[in-house]
């Protein structure tokens, strides 16, 4: 069987991203996106797949001509006399159902600017003028989403937190299929004198309680990976934003290929995570393969994949909360360097790229 893979672009490689990559190399399928940066895919560790690798054309960085001229792209796309099956693997890219059959969407966040964070948006990252634009632009893309998803035959999602949205917003039925960790590919080393987080700078993802946290715990140190879309007016001021107000202990870090990442990883003390209502959260399990604790809100994908055993969920989360959570594991790692390690370590080997593509094939062949 031969399959086509479909992601909005791949010149900023996150969970989504990864995923995508992952479908390629597991099926020997082939990728049509827009965007492409080949360097950071081989720095992630997909070289091998560079070839596969097809753009529609460039498109702007700026958002709504991005990801409008993405899902017009898509629309547009005819491959059904060169594949058997279609996976729709960037939620952008959903317009190519119309045209592509028989295919599986894949859903990460079903367009969450156009449902779920839209309010989020309009309070936080909009100037005044620009929310009745917007608003506009979300009425019109709802009715085209909706057109277009009753040409989606089948439907899988990341977690049950991204299935009950597809069921508000879409009225469909998911089946939840975690995304793929390769738990084999991280290592657990005795722990440095510092935390970790990992995440795209942009609001949502609420950093500011992170540097807020470490501005009361200057005995404590904190590595930022966090990776923006240069150009980009949302991640370039949100980047500035964070640079200006973090404290002398929080140092950020705006890419690493994935060598140094899994290096980050393994020597952390622990990995934090402040992601508003996040859809699953693949960067909690990597941190898990490495057998660390993780802090999380107690929200959104978070609840689908740490426990007590290997880490803490907070409730309504802050800095003051979060703080409190960073001296508590401290302490415990301080008595046990090695208690969370094999929770966390068990804990993510069910999330494996094996249970993954095993679950996709199924769902093809069905």
């Known amino acids: 069987m031969k399959i086509a893979i479909f992601h909005n672009y791949l010149d900023n490689i996150g969970g989504a991203e990864i995923v ?127 057109k277009y998803a009753r040409s989606v035959d089948n439907w899988a999602c990341n977690s049950q937190n991204t299935r009950n949205r597809i069921r508000r917003f879409y009225d469909q039925e998911a089946t939840v299929v975690p995304p793929p960790i390769d738990v084999a590919r991280y290592t657990c080393h005795p722990a440095k004198n510092y935390w970790l987080s990992v995440n795209r700078l942009i609001t949502h993802k609420r950093i500011e309680l992170q540097t807020e946290a470490f501005q009361g715990l200057p005995e404590e140190r904190l590595v930022i990976v966090g990776s923006y879309e240069e150009g980009v007016d949302q991640f370039e001021s949100y980047k500035r934003y964070i640079e200006r107000i973090k404290p002398n202990n929080v140092e950020i870090i705006h890419w690493l290929d994935e060598q140094g990442l899994k290096k980050l990883y393994a020597e952390c003390k622990g990995f934090i995570t402040t992601a508003k209502d996040e859809d699953f959260g693949m960067t909690a399990v990597e941190a898990m393969a490495a057998g660390k604790p993780v802090i999380a809100p ?69």
């Open 20 to 146: 995508a990559l992952t479908l390629a190399r597991e099926l020997n399928a082939d990728i049509y996106t827009t965007n492409i940066d080949p360097e950071k895919i081989r720095a992630m560790g997909f070289s091998t797949i560079i070839n596969r690798i097809y753009s529609l054309g460039r498109i702007p960085k700026k958002a709504p001509f991005r990801q409008q001229l993405a899902f017009w792209k898509f629309r547009r796309l005819n491959l059904t006399q060169k594949y058997d099956f279609f996976i729709i693997a960037g939620d952008w890219a959903m317009s190519g159902a119309v045209n592509n059959r028989p295919n599986l969407w894949y859903v990460h966040s079903p367009l969450n600017e156009l449902w779920e964070f839209r309010d989020f948006i309009r309070t936080n990252i909009l100037s005044a003028w620009k929310v009745s634009p917007y608003d506009l632009w979300v009425w019109f893309n709802r009715r085209l989403t909706l």
């Open 298 to 366: 107690a929200e959104g994908g978070y609840l689908e994949s740490v426990t007590p055993e290997t880490g803490e969920l907070i409730v309504d989360i802050d800095a003051a909360k979060l703080r409190a959570a960073i001296k508590n594991i401290g302490e415990t790692l301080a008595a046990c360097p090695d208690h969370y390690t094999a929770s966390s370590r068990e804990r993510a080997a069910g999330f494996s790229t094996e249970r993954f593509i095993h679950k996709i094939l199924s769902l093809i062949n069905k």
